[in-house]
């Protein structure tokens, strides 16, 4: 299947900080890539669609002068979490479709806000 | 996207097979079964697909009813790397829901020695 990374796979930050995760489909070109974040024992959740050259289209209740979206290739998403707080500490998770029906996920990137 | 409906958690014995059930009975013409795998601390990872019929990959095979209210995720021979959570997803693949997943709980899959 597609490979889908993103770096770093964990980071440490002071409350306060921006901090800035990485989401590169690998082997296959990406219009679109998505942001799901996932707290513990919980299930992921659906942040945003990033759409490349074009302004990402955020889910409800989340917001997007927080949560930057930048897709300025057909291979890389980055998600900036500006002014970090220990409220954002989670498991941010990026994917992509390898093909028109399957999506595939890379490997999260955890953060922790102290 | 259709909801779905699976079993919190189930147990299997490492060599046996693992069925892995699913209800999604409001399930529409256009929408795919998808299962995916999150091992602790790991991005999911996709397992298989299908619309109405039967599938088999190199992973698991998927059974689908043929009301398509149900299906069965089966991984034939179990390790126990195969403990993880199972995802259960409906989704019409390119429609107007494309790329977004609606994850549930999933089920817990443990397998034992």
């Known amino acids: 299947g597609a490979v889908v990374s993103q770096h770093p796979s964990r980071v440490i930050c002071k409350s306060g900080t921006s901090v800035k995760i990485e989401c590169r489909s690998l082997?296959?070109?990406?219009?679109?890539m998505f942001w799901y974040r996932q707290f513990p024992k919980q299930s992921l959740m659906l942040m945003a669609t990033?759409?490349?050259?074009?302004?990402?289209?955020?889910e409800q209740g989340v917001e997007k002068d927080k949560f930057l979206i930048n897709h300025a290739s057909l291979t890389l998403s980055t998600l900036t979490v500006t002014s970090a707080h220990p409220e954002d500490s989670s498991f941010y998770i990026c994917s992509a479709h390898g093909d028109a029906e399957t999506q595939y996920f890379g490997p999260g990137t955890r953060l922790l806000v102290l | 996207d259709a909801k779905t409906t699976q079993p919190p958690s189930m147990d299997c014995a490492e060599g046996r097979a693992a069925n892995l059930p699913c209800n999604h009975s409001t399930i529409s013409g256009n929408e795919y079964v998808y299962w995916y795998r999150q091992i602790h601390s790991q991005g999911p990872q996709y397992i298989i697909h299908?619309?109405?019929n039967n599938e088999t990959n190199e992973m698991a095979s998927l059974i689908i009813t043929e009301d398509r209210k149900s299906s069965t995720l089966i991984l034939p021979h179990a390790t126990l790397r195969d403990t993880a959570v199972y995802y259960c997803?409906?989704?019409?693949?390119?429609?107007?829901?494309?790329?977004?997943?609606?994850f549930g709980q999933g089920t817990i899959l443990t397998v034992h020695p």
């Open positions: 990033s759409n490349e050259g074009s302004k990402a289209t955020y």
């Open positions: 997803i409906v989704t019409d693949a390119g429609g107007t829901s494309y790329g977004k997943l609606t």
């Open positions: 299908g619309l109405k």
């Open positions: 082997d296959f070109q990406a219009t679109t």
